[in-house]
């Protein structure tokens, strides 16, 4: 089924820690994003990609990184957990073309930085 | 930048009256608006859009309008039931050349059996 995936959904890792949280989809979109959302519920942008080898920073700083090497794979890396890290992170993607259309999420990784 | 304004935060109804969310925009190039639905523990879920050439659209018990001169448009709910109980999105595009969404803050509704 042509759908989002996110694993792990659930991580509790220490801190110090390299983390890398997947993202892939199999619906053929281009454009993928990275949410973090607070337990507030509000969603805020941290990444985006429109295509392979693009990447831009989105307006939430964050002190992770992504790549887009391949169209269905978009990984968020932490390369030092830290518990103000901890959070739930959503990823999102977006069909093709020229206009814009709605965001497919993906059912979202649970970090916690012990 | 975008920015959208979501009203109110928490809402609560009893079941079969309507519920009314509100949002504002900023941006007069925005034309595209979805609303997402995110039931407890689980994923936003795209509910209903409309792009700035339609004034309104309707699916079953939800409608969204848009004014574009006042830069606001709303969700509208009827009948409501309480697996309707959810936190409800709105969402704009950003303008020529951009295809990120700018998100409300979310509104918290609670339908009471």
């Known amino acids: 089924e042509a759908d989002i995936y996110q694993t792990p959904r659930y991580l509790v890792i220490g801190t110090g820690k390299k983390i890398t949280l997947e993202c892939s989809q199999t619906m053929g979109h281009d454009k993928m994003y990275w949410y973090q959302q607070d337990p507030g519920m509000e969603l805020h942008l941290i990444h985006y990609?429109?295509?392979?080898?693009?990447?831009e920073k989105g307006d939430l700083s964050s002190e992770s990184t992504v790549s887009r090497i391949r169209t269905e794979h978009f990984p968020l890396t932490l390369e030092s957990a830290r518990p103000s890290h901890t959070s739930q992170y959503l990823c999102?993607?977006?069909?093709?073309?020229?206009?814009?259309?709605?965001?497919?999420f993906g059912s979202g990784t649970r970090l916690t930085v012990v | 930048g975008e920015n959208v304004e979501q009203h109110p935060s928490t809402l609560s109804v009893q079941e079969g009256d309507s519920a009314v969310i509100k949002c504002t925009y900023s941006?007069?190039?925005?034309?595209?608006f979805p609303w997402y639905k995110q039931e407890l523990g689980k994923r936003p879920q795209l509910i209903i859009d409309?792009?700035?050439?339609?004034g309104e659209k309707k699916d079953q018990r939800i409608a969204v309008t848009l004014n574009k001169t006042a830069k606001h448009f709303s969700l509208h709910i009827t009948e409501t039931q309480p697996e309707d109980s959810a936190v409800y999105f709105c969402?704009?595009?950003?303008?020529?050349?951009?295809?990120?969404?700018?998100f409300g803050k979310g509104t918290k509704l609670s339908v009471i059996p």
């Open positions: 969402a704009a595009s950003r303008g020529a050349g951009s295809y990120q969404l700018t």
């Open positions: 941006d007069s190039a925005s034309n595209y």
């Open positions: 999102a993607s977006s069909a093709a073309g020229g206009l814009v259309y709605g965001y497919t």
């Open positions: 990609s429109y295509g392979v080898n693009s990447t």
């Open positions: 409309i792009r700035s050439n339609v």
